[in-house]
Structures are given as structure tokens and as C-alpha cells.
């Protein structure tokens, strides 16, 4: 039985990773469910902390020493930082930079070559990712520019600017810091971050908020201020037990939609941007009455899928433009039965797929 007290999750085209409670990842084929890597805290017996958060290394540029993107990070809640070798399940590299310090947010840089963490201690900290030394402890901005006053849940950079990284948590305000100067220069008060729920795509963020009102959110980057609420409900009347989300993220590679999810009434929805990309998002689709909380959502970088993962160790993979009342039954620690409208595949091109990409 998979601990799902705490879970993580990440997606890419062929493979969904969860992190769990138990200290251990597992890397699912999205096509079949079946299981193909297993790493973490003792394999098999699962007697670690709790991973809290796992990000694939992406490719850097060659005067790097960090150059395969078959490494992937993970964090645990008593501060434990470690690189894994994805074909082999071996752990590479394993540090605590902090003892004390409980961690729950990640992120690589675009170009891999630095990655920041954050957690308890309210701080955000960068690290170098070739000599796994830390380079910044992100200081607050003076005065009027306190940085966060309780724990911090989710960390962003900024894609299109990577000097820039955001983060949020507990304390209601997003915190905006420049790498250059190595402090925070700017924040936002309103949503309440308790998971990965906090995303950026140039000048827009989106805000997932553990409540029950002013449930998503979209604020300026340049004018740090709040923009508008995307309606979480399609009709007037608001429902009390709606929100309480724990995850939000942006379509890739371009924001043309947003998929957020939660705990409140055990649902996902997706909202589409407008035709015209003026940032004016609308309910597309939901998916409803699932058996348990979506405690952790990733979007693919090929732009065509969304995936969430469930208390009760389910991965849902789906189609953005799924109709709404869509049977959405997935497998226990697998994926999701069907994308809608997803061209069919042979599986054999499939696999002979992920063999040239551990050749690459």
C-alpha cells in the first residue's frame, strides 16, 4: 500500500512520477501502468520522510558539467536533497544543506544550471547545480519587502526571465526575488499556497488558493498586483465546500490553459484562455465526484495532456478538451484508463521511442 500522506507528481510524454509518504518515487509507464522504476528510501520497504517535491534536471548547455536529462531531484520533508539516476534508480548525489529545515518546494532554472528550494524556515534558498553548493539565501528586501513570515509551499522561476523566481505559501503573499541582487524586490499579498499551486508564464502568475473563495487567481508580474478571479463556478451560486485547491498549473509549452485541483469537492477543472490571448480565462472542462483529493498536478511539455494524482494513489492522465461529465475511473497507482481523442499509438513504436531517448 503506497503512503499518499504526502504526494508529489510530475509528467512527461512516456513516464508519470509520484513521490510518497513513504519516502520512495515511482515511475509509471503513461501507456500501460506498469511500473518501471522504483527509488527512494530502501526500495522496497518505504521507511523514509516523505518526498515533497521531485523536478526532472533539464538539459544545460555544455560548458555545464550537468548535461542529461535522465536525473531527476527530489526533496523530502526533513530537508533532504537527491539527484537520482532515472535507468538505474541510483541515488547520485544526497545532501541537507539546512538539518533543521523542513523542505516542500523545487525548481530547476530553464537552462539546469541552478535549482532553488524552500520550506519551513520561510526562506528560499539557490543552489548551483554542478557543485551542489549553495550560491543565494534569497534576503529580505529591507523594510517594506519582509519576504515570507510562515512556510513556504511552492517556488517558481520565471521560464521567459530566469533571474526572476517567485514563491508563495502559508502567509498569503507571493514573494518575487532577482537572482542579479539576491533578494526579494517585490510582493503581492492575497492567495494562500498549500501545495504546488503557483505558476508563472511571463508576466502572468496563477494563484491556486487553499480556500473556499477568490479560489484562482491572476496577478501582474510588472504591476505586482492582482489582475482578476477566474470564476471557479460556472453559475452565480458558490458553493461553500468548492476550492481548497492544492495544485494549479499552466499548459506548456504556452498558457492556453490552466489546470487547477483540490481537495474541496475532490475535483479538477480546466480553464481555456481566450482566443484572442488577452489572459481571460474561462471554465472549459471538470471532472467531478473523483474518489479523493488531487493533491498534485503536472502538464506536458508536448502541450496535448494534463495529469493529477489522488490521496488514494490514483494518476489520471487526460486530454485538455475532454467534455465535461466524462467518465474519468483510473487505476489504482496507474494512469488514467483513456485520453480523449489522443491519435492510438502502437506500443512497440512507443518503446522503441523510449529507447532512443536513454540513448540520447
Not at 547520485?92 to 519551513?120: C, R, V, W
Not at 495532456?305 to 497507482?333: P, V
Amino acid at each position: 500500500m503506497i503512503n499518499l500522506q504526502q504526494q508529489v507528481f510530475m509528467l512527461d510524454e512516456f513516464h508519470s512520477y509520484l513521490g510518497c509518504g513513504d519516502g520512495t518515487i515511482k515511475i509509471y509507464n503513461a501507456f500501460t501502468s506498469k511500473l518501471m522504476y522504483q527509488m527512494g528510501s530502501n526500495h522496497n520497504h518505504g521507511d523514509g520522510m516523505p518526498i515533497t517535491s521531485i523536478r526532472w534536471r533539464p538539459n544545460s548547455s555544455s560548458e555545464s558539467g550537468a548535461k542529461s536529462s535522465n536525473v531527476i531531484v527530489s526533496i523530502t520533508s526533513d530537508g533532504l536533497i537527491q539527484h537520482w539516476a532515472v535507468n538505474s534508480s541510483k541515488c547520485l548525489h544526497s545532501f541537507k544543506d539546512e538539518p533543521d529545515n523542513n523542505l516542500y518546494a523545487l525548481d530547476f532554472a530553464p537552462d539546469g544550471k541552478m535549482f532553488a528550494t524552500a520550506g519551513q524556515d520561510t526562506r528560499v534558498y539557490v543552489y548551483d547545480e554542478q557543485t551542489r553548493q549553495r550560491l543565494l539565501d534569497m534576503k529580505i528586501g529591507g523594510k517594506n519587502l519582509p519576504g515570507h513570515s510562515s512556510r513556504v509551499f511552492s517556488v517558481k522561476f520565471n521560464p521567459q526571465e530566469p533571474n526572476m523566481i517567485i514563491s508563495g505559501g502559508w502567509d498569503r503573499t507571493i514573494q518575487i526575488y532577482d537572482i542579479r541582487e539576491g533578494r526579494t524586490v517585490g510582493s503581492i499579498y492575497g492567495p494562500q499556497i498549500s501545495g504546488d499551486a503557483l505558476d508563472i508564464y511571463d508576466d502572468m502568475i496563477i494563484a491556486g488558493c487553499n480556500r473556499n473563495k477568490d479560489i484562482v487567481q491572476m496577478f501582474s508580474l510588472s504591476k505586482k498586483q492582482l489582475i482578476y478571479n477566474i470564476d471557479w463556478e460556472s453559475s452565480s451560486r458558490k458553493d461553500i465546500e468548492s476550492g481548497y485547491l492544492y495544485g494549479a498549473k499552466f499548459s506548456r509549452p504556452h498558457p492556453n490553459y490552466i489546470v487547477a485541483g483540490g481537495a474541496g469537492k475532490n475535483e479538477v477543472k480546466v480553464f481555456e484562455n481566450n482566443a484572442d490571448g488577452s489572459a481571460s480565462f474561462r471554465i472549459l472542462s471538470s471532472i467531478h465526484e473523483l474518489e479523493a483529493p488531487c493533491l498534485a498536478i503536472d502538464t506536458s511539455k508536448a502541450g496535448d495532456n494534463f495529469a493529477f494524482s489522488c490521496q488514494d494513489g490514483r494518476i489520471y492522465i487526460c486530454n485538455y478538451k475532454l467534455e465535461e461529465g466524462y467518465d474519468f475511473e483510473g487505476y489504482q497507482g496507474g494512469h488514467f484508463k483513456e485520453v480523449s481523442h489522443q491519435k492510438k499509438r502502437n506500443m512497440s513504436d512507443v518503446n522503441d521511442e523510449e529507447e532512443e531517448r536513454k540513448e540520447q
